[in-house]
T-cell receptor, first 113, second 108 residues
Framework: DGGITQSPKYLFRKEGQNVTLSCEQN?????MYWYRQDPGQGLRLIYY???????QKGDIAEGYSVSREKKESFPLTVTSAQKNPTAFYLC????????????FGSGTRLTVV | KNEVEQSPQNLTAQEGEFITINCSYS?????LHWLQQHPGGGIVSLFM?????KKHGRLIATINIQEKHSSLHITASHPRDSAVYIC??????????WGAGTKLIIKP
């Protein structure tokens, strides 16, 4: 079955360390997205990518970096510059040139101690 | 003011009650989504609507494009329906704008 795989589900890191969250899809979707969720708030867009080797900043890109070397993969790196990295991170994908909805991953809960 | 507003923020009900969660938005949309998030965090898409009404089991979603309003109803609610229900709209650029969610608790 096609879908999005995010790993790991839970991740713990020490303050000051960079950490990379994985997102892989086998849906042949063009566009991929990373969102961040904080308690009591709506999800916010970090980065998105419409095609391979291209990506755009979302509303809260500071302290994050991404790459899109393959259509299937869109990893997110939370750098030490991100002031409050502890959050729930959600990856999603969609067809870009016509709206057919989104497919969502199961998310990664990152805790920085 | 948020572009997507949900109400109520929290809702506690007894098993069997009819549940309504509301979503109002202020932007032009391509579609509206209702999603469910369980305590583990994973998000499941329930409905995608651009007009009218959809039903799946005990869940019903409606949308009024003119009034920019959507409702999610749960009939014969059950404790396993306890979750956070999230409304999200896809704007004219297909970008999702998310509501803050409604935390639903169904007591046995």
């Amino acid at each position: 079955d096609g879908g999005i795989t995010q790993s790991p589900k839970y991740l713990f890191r020490k303050e000051g360390q960079n950490v990379t969250l994985s997102c892989e899809q086998n849906l042949n979707h063009d566009a991929m997205y990373w969102y961040r969720q904080d308690p009591g708030q709506g999800l916010r867009l970090i980065y998105y990518s419409q095609i391979v080797n291209d990506f755009q900043k979302g509303d809260i890109a500071e302290g994050y970096s991404v790459s899109r070397e393959k259509k299937e993969s869109f990893p997110l790196t939370v750098t030490s510059a991100q002031k409050n990295p502890t959050a729930f991170y959600l990856c999603a994908s969609s067809i870009w040139n016509r709206y057919r909805g989104y497919t969502f991953g199961s998310g990664t809960r990152l805790t920085v101690v | 003011k948020n572009e997507v507003e949900q109400s109520p923020q929290n809702l506690t009900a007894q098993e069997g009650e009819f549940i309504t969660i509301n979503c109002s938005y202020s932007v032009g949309i391509s579609a509206l989504h209702w999603l469910q998030q369980h305590p583990g965090g994973g998000i499941v898409s329930l409905f995608m609507l651009s007009s009218g009404k959809k039903k799946h089991g005990r869940l019903i979603a409606t949308i009024n494009i003119q009034e920019k309003h959507s409702s999610l109803h749960i009939t014969a609610s059950h404790p396993r329906d306890s979750a956070v229900y999230i409304c999200a709209v896809a704007d004219s650029n297909y970008q999702l704008i998310w509501g803050a969610g409604t935390k639903l608790i169904i007591k046995p």
